[in-house]
């Protein structure tokens, strides 16, 4: 545990190459190997200011790589790195014909809703899933290709707005099967 560092990034932690591409099996089994490491149960016999660090460390790696492991955060976490700060609370520019398919969508989530159709949720959580995944490859290759941040940023703030949408659509289908 003397080896880890509390200055270092997320993807030093993890011994990741700082990309947005990641492979999920490295990062999921640094993860086990890490917490195997300083998890809390291990320290039960010593000083409690060890058995504090231990528990920072724990919280550390869990907070780690629960950023790495989501695109959206580990996006935004990327252009952190890059001194961007992606104004998800400030900015809500947004190009219009994203803004009309979000009003579109929660226009046909209402509609889904009001009806109890649970077929038309069907249709946009899927439709929600494929925009994401694409969002996500476009996200990827603007940092990892291109590296425009400025574009990445705005791909993370569009990537907020599907993710509202995703759990509003969840919230709907648990209102429907009630």
Sequence with gaps: MKSLDFQQDFFRLFEISPRFAIDSAALDQRYRDLQSQ???DKFSHLSESEQRLSMQWSTRINEGYQTLRSPLARGRYLLSLQGV???EETNTAMPLDF???????REALQDAIAAKDMDALD???D??????????QQLGAQLDESHDHLAA???????RFLE???EEISSAYDELDS
Aim: hydrophobic content about 40%.
């Design 127 to 136: 439709n929600n899933r494929k925009e994401t995944a694409m969002l996500q």
């Design 153 to 159: 940023a705005g791909s993370v703030r569009k990537l």
């Design 123 to 125: 249709v946009l959580s």
């Design 164 to 166: 509202k949408l995703a």
């Design 38 to 40: 300083v998890h809390p």
């Design 85 to 87: 700060d992606t104004q």
């Design 99 to 105: 803004l009309m398919q979000q009003m579109e969508w």
